[in-house]
């Protein structure tokens, strides 16, 4: 774990949030943040989904330093009602679905050091803010993002979480899509990352397969590499609409048949828009 004076400090409410306390950053902080930022916007005008570029834009994150919510609030609730509230590092699943659930997104306040920009061992405000913020800006996409939270807590009475697990990983942390100008990506752990950025579409090792509900849930992903295959939607209303009906019958059916797929296997009915030759890494853990 990171440590972070201001976080140490403070007793988090019982919701687990604490005060952002922006003036507390340091210098090296907001420079770290800049760098970041200025390798990653370079990388995504033309990787990225148009509308994660126009967040960005519409809440002037490219004001420079990390940003303040004192600031950054107004602007996103004007939009679509959605704020940022801090963390100290990772919450419990239940408390993190209560947030999204309320159109609360939870960002941790802690900043990676400049000597590990490319490693991170748990989400920090670079990933957070800038990976997550911007796409909470689109009507479409913010109300999947809600829907996500509330799915996520009743995942919990059926012991499925990790289903509803593998569909937030494999769209809103990795997902791709195509667009009019090509395909782009939306996923927040592609978009804040450099090496990801450019390997999850312009590689030949992974899987490019068409968005399926009932086979994301089935699949198991890396938490410790670039991932081996990624899911391809056609929108956002795509993606919404697939929350929209009853999971239960879904998480039973799952449950029961306990199908598995790797990262790495293709399933029969799978809509390969690139077999990948799965050249990178071969045997990193999956879970
Ligand atoms: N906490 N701060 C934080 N950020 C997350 O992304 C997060 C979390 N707690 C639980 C959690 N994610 C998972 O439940 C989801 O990835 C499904
Ligand atoms: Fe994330």
Not at 115 to 130: A, M, R, S, T
Request: charged share 25%; net charge negative; aromatic share 12%.
């Amino acid at each position: 774990m990171i440590e972070d004076p201001i976080i140490a400090a403070q007793t988090p409410a019982p919701d687990f949030t604490i005060n952002q306390v922006w003036e507390a950053y340091t210098d090296e902080e907001h420079a770290v943040w800049d760098l970041l930022y200025q390798r990653q916007s370079d990388l995504l005008k033309d990787r990225t989904t148009p509308e994660f570029l126009e967040g960005l834009e519409k809440l002037s994150l490219s004001d420079g330093g990390i940003p303040d919510l004192s600031t950054l609030n107004p602007k996103l609730q004007a939009l679509t009602g959605w704020t940022v509230v801090m963390v100290p590092h990772l919450v419990p699943d239940n408390v993190f679905f209560e947030h999204l659930a309320n159109r609360r997104f939870p960002a941790g306040r802690f900043i990676r050091k400049r000597n590990q920009l490319d490693y991170l061992q748990e989400p920090d405000v670079f990933h957070d803010i800038f990976g997550h913020v911007p796409l909470l800006t689109q009507p479409v996409f913010a109300d999947y993002m809600q829907a996500y939270g509330q799915g996520g807590l009743r995942s919990l009475e059926y012991d499925a979480l990790k289903y509803l697990a593998r569909l937030y990983w494999y769209t809103v942390e990795f997902g791709l899509i195509n667009t009019p100008a090509g395909l782009r990506h939306y996923g927040a752990g592609i978009v804040s990352s450099y090496g990801e950025a450019q390997y999850s579409l312009e590689s030949r090792s992974p899987h490019h397969i068409g968005f399926d509900l009932k086979r994301v849930m089935q699949t198991e992903y890396k938490i410790d590499d670039f991932q081996d295959c990624y899911f391809i939607i056609d929108s956002f209303e795509e993606l919404f609409a697939a929350t929209q009906q009853d999971f239960e019958p879904i998480y039973k059916n799952l449950i029961e048949n306990d199908t598995v797929f790797t990262p790495q296997c293709l399933a029969q009915e799978d809509s390969i828009i690139q077999r990948g030759d799965l050249s990178y890494g071969r045997d990193n853990v999956s879970i």
